[in-house]
């Protein structure tokens, strides 16, 4: 599925600058697209944007050639998994029901569960190494598990793009690694993958093209090599660093530079 935007305006009432101005990006199948910035710099709106919840003030978003407000609920739903930054549990379920809610899109009202669904969940359980934590009320999850539960309601979607905001948040070294490494086999399998994060390393380890975004705006755009830049970056971040390759990939790693003795 491809996923563009162009020229996309976000205005929020109250703020004198737009939270999104004049944003333009295209995500191919078979692409892992990390999108970066600063706190406060748009990323979450644009994930907003992205999936039609932000109205836009310009600009336009298209899926699959179509713009994004054309789609209903539930096509975009089978379309697009999406993994929010954070949301409420407004009632009690466990771990395995919290999955099977990204089946809702396939299901008639009032129907159950059939054995393409039920094979679905027991696979995004498994891809998420959260098998052992089925029957665990999700109130009771650390938030790296109830973290790792989200994207798996996403997989159990199968869809044929992911967009997830900061879905390594909270993950130890071993399970954030295990999810970029799966996030990058739904790549290499076809799947549109557009990854909002912080991990500046991590993007560029993972990642085939990056967006970085400042106050609304795009800063830089392309591989992570065009990206990840002492001077794109110290202007952004608005603090020194070094950039280096990584000796075993190759790819740019990124060391902020201490300002005291």
């Given at each position: 599925m491809r996923i563009a935007a162009e020229g996309v305006v976000v205005r929020y009432p109250g703020l004198d600058v737009p939270a999104l101005d004049g944003v333009s990006l295209e995500v191919t199948p078979g692409t892992l697209y990390a999108v970066l910035g600063p706190n406060g710099s748009g990323k979450s709106t644009l994930m907003r944007a992205l999936l039609g919840v932000s109205p836009l003030a310009g600009g336009q978003v298209t899926l699959e050639g179509r713009a994004v407000n054309q789609w209903n609920r539930r096509e975009r739903a089978r379309a697009v998994g999406a993994v929010p930054q954070?949301?409420?549990?407004?009632?009690?379920?466990?771990?395995?029901?919290?999955?099977?809610?990204?089946?809702?899109?396939?299901?008639?009202?009032?129907?159950?569960?059939g054995p393409d669904d039920r094979v679905a969940i027991a696979a995004a359980?498994?891809?998420?190494?959260?098998?052992?934590?089925?029957?665990?009320?999700?109130?009771t999850l650390s938030g790296g598990e109830l973290q790792r539960a989200r994207i798996a309601r996403a997989l159990a979607q199968r869809p044929?793009?992911?967009v997830l905001d900061e879905p390594t948040a909270s993950l130890d070294i071993r399970h954030e690694m295990g999810i970029l490494e799966l996030l990058r086999g739904s790549a290499?399998?076809?799947?549109?993958?557009?990854?909002?994060?912080?991990?500046l390393d991590r993007a560029a380890?993972?990642?085939?093209?990056?967006?970085?975004?400042?106050?609304?705006?795009?800063?830089?755009?392309?591989?992570?090599?065009?990206?990840?830049?002492?001077?794109v970056l110290a202007d952004v971040y608005g603090w020194p660093v070094s950039v280096h390759a990584d000796p075993d990939s190759g790819s740019p790693r990124v060391t902020p530079r201490r300002v005291r003795p």
């Open positions: 954070s949301e409420s549990i407004a009632f009690p379920l466990t771990t395995r029901e919290m999955v099977a809610m990204g089946r809702y899109p396939y299901l008639a009202a009032l129907a159950g569960e359980l498994e891809a998420c190494d959260v098998t052992a934590l089925a029957e665990r009320d999700v109130t044929r793009a992911l290499d399998a076809g799947m549109t993958v557009l990854l909002i994060t912080h991990g380890q993972f990642a085939d093209r990056m967006l970085l975004l400042s106050r609304g705006k795009v800063a830089a755009e392309g591989p992570p090599t065009d990206v990840i830049r002492e001077d």
